[in-house]
């Protein structure tokens, strides 16, 4: 606790030195919570703690902590040997007296420490029994002389909770080891378990789980994914396919968190401008996505490969390609309006080469960042007459849409072509005075790249 201390008024003379203006500041872990150190911070780092591990028996005095994790197997053999015969490798261990021990399927490769060898301890039917021999790759030997209620098949606790001994906190100071190096070390053929106020949440092989490391290149992660598909649909033809038609969209190549839409409405309607040779687009996208910061951009371009760029950017939520003969301005692309949750955004234009972005923005969008909000762009512009098409693209994985299109009465024969990748190709069109909507059902899923075209 001194030298804690002294650390930490170290820590204070660092901060009032260079005038250290942070949000979060913080130099506790978990045994200065403790022993109620740390006050010059407003943070506390739980390392061990939230295991429900002591760093130091003195803290048995200040806090209970009940371990969340438990080690566990079962008896898979029972052996009687007599007096005098040895068990495990080098013959570490001899019998004192004719005895009965059983065998748990649990050795070093599954983390239970090789130096538990002839000190480790077990629970069996509530009963300690202790390891005898040395602990091999892949089992241990325990004493159950003492204990004849023990069949195959019992269970077993390694470490955990329901005695001290078994606590890990006690187990290492069999050899002067580290808790979490222990704790560490249960490795990938352990089934984990995974319990909620006592009930069972979900369960996880390891043996089945997917370890890949995080400096792999992208050639190198990229052939795993397709060898995996391959693997799943049997067909190395298809799984090319797949990952270059479908996948790569989402990626770009590059790490990328995903995140998809959810209850897209998108309706356009079209009436007399004017100017004779132009329709008056009026705009509506709405959906809902996590925040993932506390702006996003709306694109609008007078190309196609000005415009093409803004899909690659995960910031952008809106696009618009213009008409070439219009200078970019905000009268010729107007957002009308543009909220989250219901907040009305504050806006900046900032002019490209080509493009022109809108920053929406406000400072409570901060507080929302990690929650699922709704967006709402509304949007005014000018259409061209002589396109006799308009097209609406899906550039996200999304959950649930629903496209409209209302148009005057001067334009007739409406034809409405999707084109639809997902869980069904072929959505819901229906068709009534002057509007056709375009829907899938709100659990269905539609992948990037997905659209309808208007023509008439």
Not at 19 to 41: R, T
Request: hydrophobic share 35%; aromatic share 12%.
């Amino acid at each position: 606790p001194e030298f804690s201390k002294m650390q930490e008024e170290r820590f204070k003379q660092v901060l009032k030195k260079y005038k250290v203006q942070a949000e979060w500041i913080h130099i506790a872990n978990s045994s200065a919570l403790i022993n109620s150190l740390g006050s010059s911070g407003n943070l506390c780092r739980l390392g061990i703690l939230s295991y429900g591990v002591y760093t130091h028996p003195s803290q048995k005095e200040k806090i209970e902590l009940k371990p969340v994790m438990t080690f566990k197997s079962t008896v898979i053999q029972i052996k009687e040997i007599p007096k005098g015969a040895t068990v495990g490798y080098n013959q570490t261990w001899k019998a004192q007296r004719k005895t009965r021990y059983a065998v748990i399927p649990v050795g070093y490769a599954d983390g239970y420490d090789f130096l538990l060898s002839n000190r480790g301890k077990v629970l069996i039917a509530g009963k300690l029994c202790p390891v005898i021999g040395k602990v091999s790759m892949d089992m241990i030997c325990v004493d159950i002389t003492d204990a004849p209620e023990i069949q195959y098949g019992t269970e077993v606790i390694l470490l955990g909770n329901g005695h001290n001994d078994i606590r890990v906190e006690n187990l290492v100071s069999l050899y002067n080891g580290s808790s979490y190096e222990l704790l560490c070390q249960v490795g990938r053929r352990a089934k984990r378990y995974y319990y909620e106020k006592g009930r069972l949440v979900t369960a996880a092989p390891l043996s089945r789980r997917d370890f890949v490391s995080s400096d792999y290149p992208n050639s190198k992660l990229n052939q795993i994914i397709q060898s995996a598909i391959a693997q799943r649909i049997n067909s190395e033809e298809m799984s090319e396919l797949i990952f270059r038609e479908i996948l790569r969209v989402f990626f770009y190549n590059q790490d990328r968190d995903i995140r998809y839409r959810k209850d897209f409405r998108h309706h356009i309607l079209f009436t007399e401008s004017s100017d004779k040779d132009y329709w008056k687009a009026e705009t509506t996208l709405s959906f809902s996505k996590t925040l993932q910061r506390d702006f996003f951009l709306v694109a609008c371009a007078n190309s196609d490969k000005a415009l093409k760029e803004y899909f690659k950017r995960n910031e952008v939520e809106y696009r618009w390609l213009m008409d070439g003969n219009f200078q970019l301005n905000p009268s010729a692309f107007q957002l009308s309006s543009v909220k989250v949750n219901d907040i009305e955004l504050e806006t900046r234009i900032n002019f490209k080469s080509e493009a022109m972005e809108i920053r929406c923005s406000h400072p409570a969008l901060k507080n929302l960042i990690g929650q699922e909000v709704r967006y709402e762009i509304n949007t005014l512009t000018l259409y061209p007459k002589s396109s006799h098409q308009l097209s609406v693209f899906i550039t996200e994985l999304t959950h649930g849409v629903q496209i409209s299109f209302s148009y005057p009465e001067t334009l007739k024969q409406i034809e409405c072509v999707p084109f639809f990748a997902g869980q069904n190709k072929y959505p819901k069109i229906t068709t009534s005075k002057n509007i056709i909507t375009v829907t899938t059902k709100p659990e269905e899923w539609v992948f990037p790249q997905s659209g309808v075209v208007f023509a008439y």
